[in-house]
């Protein structure tokens, strides 16, 4: 495998997320927020993103993975580690790296409303394009991509380039 075009870079990201965590600051000021990370892909732009957001947060971590093939969502989640904290009448926010069919995302969503948050919002960097999936209400969202497979910036290729500093496609060889 190697490291195909740039498709994102990372002064184009960190623009975006400045622009993101403005909004997030806006709408949550008075506010206790729990931003809700979820791993392992989520922790770079959670990490870079909440540093744009000008309240005081908590963080929290879920990891997840899906059944079946490497690549492609099967919609069958299982979670791997679940949240610390109960978010019962908390103001939660999911920190999600991409949407692909959205599949993990519905399945969280429904996971988490029925633990009463006070409110339960998404936000993702990166959307899939071309993609068929389940409605789902991003707030705030990053950059929409084409269907291909990326890497970098928090997405990995088994298991590696998540330290990648921008969002690039994969050049089979
Ligand atoms: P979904 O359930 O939306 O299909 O899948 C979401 C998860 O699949 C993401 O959190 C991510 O872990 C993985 N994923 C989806 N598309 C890509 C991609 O293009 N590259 C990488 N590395 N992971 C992806």
């Known amino acids: 495998m190697k490291i195909g075009r740039t498709l994102v870079s990372a002064e184009e990201i960190d623009a975006k997320l400045e622009e993101m ?3 997030i600051t806006r709408d949550y000021e ?3 927020l729990l931003l809700v990370g979820i791993l392992k892909g989520a922790f770079v732009v959670m990490a870079d993103l909440a540093r744009h957001i000008a309240l005081p947060l908590e963080f929290d971590f879920m990891a997840v993975s899906s059944y079946g093939a490497s690549t492609k ?5 299982r979670i791997l580690k679940d949240l610390d904290e109960e978010i019962d009448g908390r103001h939660v926010l999911i920190i999600e790296d991409i949407i692909d069919t959205g599949l993990t995302l519905q399945y969280l969503m429904k ?3 029925v633990r009463n948050p006070a409110s339960l919002k998404l936000a ?5 394009e071309g993609v068929e999936r389940p409605p789902l209400d991003v707030a705030y969202e990053g ?3 084409g269907p291909e497979f990326v890497i970098g910036y928090g997405l990995d290729f088994d298991g590696k380039y998540r ?3 921008y969002v690039a496609v994969v050049d089979e060889v």
């Open 143 to 145: 950059f929409h991509i």
């Open 124 to 128: 993702a960097l990166l959307i899939k």
């Open 163 to 165: 330290n990648l500093p």
């Open 30 to 32: 008075g506010k206790d």
């Open 73 to 77: 969502s099967s919609g069958v989640v």
């Open 21 to 23: 965590g403005a909004a």
């Open 111 to 113: 996971n988490l409303k």
